[in-house]
């Protein structure tokens, strides 16, 4: 069974300071991990994936396969940075891969 | 990309009652899904809404609660069934392209079962 986990339900830090989400996830495969962000009544939307290796926004994760973490990060947060941010896993083969499994979220405040 | 229109936004049903969810997407798209993210919960796979046959349903979730159509490459529907308080949730129905890298979604509907 694949699994993620967001250990922070609720993470506030100050404008400038670093920010980092941690996710860690459970798979047994090789897994595909996402990052989605969703701003104030806005939808969720596509904040990076691990494939990629690029930073979107200032935002940079990397993926940790011995330590099956995929912790994203950014050097110094923003007021605009205030979300719910999800971590998703996309595993299996064929339609299974997919289908994401959700992380339960972690909403960043950041404090002017 | 691709856009994905939901509606209703958001509905208040009484207990029994049942609720059909539309999904519109501006392009063709080969995978399309539903969701629901329960209060202070993670967001949950329901189905796979698969074109011109049966949707696939994951573990927990039966095609009598929750049947769902899926017409053409552009639109989906999920009913929410003889709905009780328990079903109180957001739902969120998503596509994703042929081939295609991202997962995109609709706005979501808020339901409230009274």
């Known amino acids: 069974a694949q699994r993620v986990t967001q250990p922070e339900k609720l993470l506030s830090v100050f404008k400038g300071a670093p920010v980092e989400l941690k996710c860690n996830y459970s798979y047994s495969g090789s897994p595909e991990l996402f990052w989605y962000v969703q701003y104030s009544r806005q939808r969720l939307q596509l904040l990076l994936r691990?494939?990629s290796r690029e930073s979107i926004k200032g935002f940079t994760a990397d993926l940790n396969k011995g330590e099956t973490s995929f912790h994203l990060k950014k050097p110094f947060a923003q007021e605009e940075d205030s979300a719910m941010y999800y971590c998703a896993l996309s595993g299996g083969s064929g339609a299974g891969s997919y289908q994401l499994t959700f992380g339960k979220g972690t909403k960043l405040s950041v404090i002017p | 990309s691709a856009v994905i229109s939901q509606k209703p936004s958001r509905d208040i049903c009484q207990r029994g009652t049942s609720l059909t969810i539309q999904c519109q997407v501006d392009?063709?798209?080969?995978?399309m899904f539903w969701y629901r993210q329960q209060p202070g919960q993670s967001l949950t796979l329901i189905a796979t809404a698969n074109q011109g046959s049966e949707a696939t349903y994951e573990s927990g979730f039966v095609i009598d609660k929750f049947p769902i159509s899926r017409p053409n490459l552009t639109f989906s529907t999920l009913t929410v069934s003889n709905m009780s308080p328990e079903d109180s949730s957001i739902y969120l129905c998503?596509?994703?392209?042929?081939?295609?890298?991202?997962?995109?979604f609709g706005s979501g509907t808020q339901l409230s079962v009274l």
């Open positions: 998503s596509a994703r392209t042929g081939g295609g890298e991202k997962l995109f």
């Open positions: 691990h494939i």
């Open positions: 392009s063709q798209v080969t995978m």
